[in-house]
């Protein structure tokens, strides 16, 4: 039976280009997330986990777009291959099928694991860049995301029973920082 080839583009921020990610690659359908990788919570790929049928391949970029630590890397991977779904990671030049070999499952682990220690040091450098800027005194922080007035117009509309995601997308904010402001109005009141 030939599935389909289907596509799976992750990255970090809504302003963050996909176009480099699986370029050239004729696909039948493409799932794109524009959040972070710490997470396996992500709503195009919990609907291409759901999508993808036995006989389909799937096509990733890297290993670090699909998952952000090993074991939910070999986790996916072994769920997908296990429902016969052919998983390609592109750059990596990885193709894992269910019958993989002893080397092509530990070039997973070994290659899943550096993606993931990098992740760390990346996070570790910016904590102490934060932490020298507060000492000089030119860290800002991160630009609030409403006002306050904003956020007061933000808890009538929930309480008037607007959805959320409507919500989050007029103010052009995350759903997350939307339940992050209407939590701390709880603790306002």
Do not use: W
């Not at 592109?90 to 499952?105: C, I, P, Q, R, Y």
């Not at 993931?116 to 860290?139: S, T």
């Amino acid at each position: 039976m030939n599935g389909q080839k289907v596509g799976y583009i992750r990255v970090s921020s809504a302003e963050q280009n996909t176009e480099r990610q699986l370029d050239g690659i004729q696909l039948n359908k493409i799932f794109t997330d524009k959040l972070s990788g710490k997470s396996t919570d992500r709503p195009q790929l919990q609907e291409m986990l759901r999508f993808v049928r036995e006989g389909d391949q799937l096509f990733v970029h890297s290993m670090d777009r699909l998952a952000r630590n090993l074991v939910d890397l070999r986790q996916m991977v072994q769920d997908l291959t296990y429902r016969g779904v052919k998983v390609s990671f592109v750059k990596e030049g990885l193709v894992f099928n269910g019958d993989d070999t002893a080397m092509s499952v530990l070039l997973l682990s070994v290659m899943g694991a550096v993606a993931e220690f990098e992740r760390a040091i990346i996070r570790e450098r910016q904590a102490e860049g934060i932490r020298i800027a507060k000492v000089k005194g030119v860290y800002k922080g991160r630009k609030v995301s409403l006002t306050l007035d904003q956020a007061e117009e933000v808890r009538r509309k929930v309480a008037a029973g607007v959805p959320k995601a409507k919500i989050a997308r007029e103010y052009k904010c995350s759903r997350e920082t939307l339940y992050k402001y209407l939590r701390q109005g709880e603790t306002a009141e």
